[in-house]
T-cell receptor, first 113, second 109 residues
């Protein structure tokens, strides 16, 4: 099965620093998503992205967050000024259409010190 | 009421047992429904989509009751490898996807 790949697998950053998490979705998928999962809690939707723009975002996805797909392959999540509470697993997902099941990458563990 | 509600468990069952999980959702306009499994500290992996007519995949059966707004997952002949957290996932249309907290299953030898 084609994979969604995420890098890095683990990112450790000082509070207040910017981080960029990267995802390479499945090549023929058009819908892309970011989720986060704080340890021991549920998977939370952050944002969906289609046709080079955000189609939906959650309350978590505030001005500190941004997404882009700069080169038609990589799909990135940027956190501008990290906070301690941003520590979580961040999952990228991709789907062929908006109603199809999403395929997840194996996540980036973000640790803010 | 939570958007997607699941009993977090844990459900501890012996090998070979049949176990059922339920999930309720609050948005009557929800359009797509899925069960995912998540192993400890791993990504969610699709187990099966859930259709109104009910669907089966080997030992797994999923059902959807739109009138009562709940989804179920039945696992027959449980294996040790079924031990995981089972996530109920509901899509409310236009890509907003909501996960339940997940139900933890532990299959015991």
């Amino acid at each position: 099965e084609p994979e969604v790949t995420q890098t890095p697998s683990h990112q450790v950053t000082q509070m207040g620093q910017e981080v960029i998490l990267r995802c390479v979705p499945i090549s023929n998928h058009l819908y892309f998503y970011w989720y986060r999962q704080i340890l021991g809690q549920k998977v939370e939707f952050l944002v969906s992205f289609y046709n080079n723009e955000i189609s939906e975002k959650s309350e978590i996805f505030d001005d500190q967050f941004s997404v882009e797909r700069p080169d038609g392959s990589n799909f990135t999540l940027k956190i501008r000024s990290t906070k301690l509470e941003d520590s979580a697993m961040y999952f990228c997902a991709a789907a062929g259409d908006s109603a199809s099941p999403q395929h997840f990458g194996d996540g980036t563990r973000l640790s803010i010190l | 009421r939570k958007e997607v509600e699941q009993d977090p468990g844990p459900f501890n069952v012996p090998e070979g047992a049949t176990v059922a999980f339920n999930c309720t959702y609050s948005n009557s306009a929800s359009q797509s429904f899925f069960w995912y499994r998540q192993d400890c500290r791993k990504e969610p992996k699709l187990l099966m989509s859930v259709y109104s007519s009910g669907n089966e995949d080997g030992r797994f059966t999923a059902q959807l009751n739109r009138a009562s707004q709940y989804i179920s997952l039945l696992i027959r002949d449980s294996k040790l490898s079924d031990s995981a957290t089972y996530l109920c996932v509901v899509s409310g249309g236009y890509q907003k996807v909501t996960f339940g907290i997940g139900t933890k299953l532990q299959v015991i030898p």
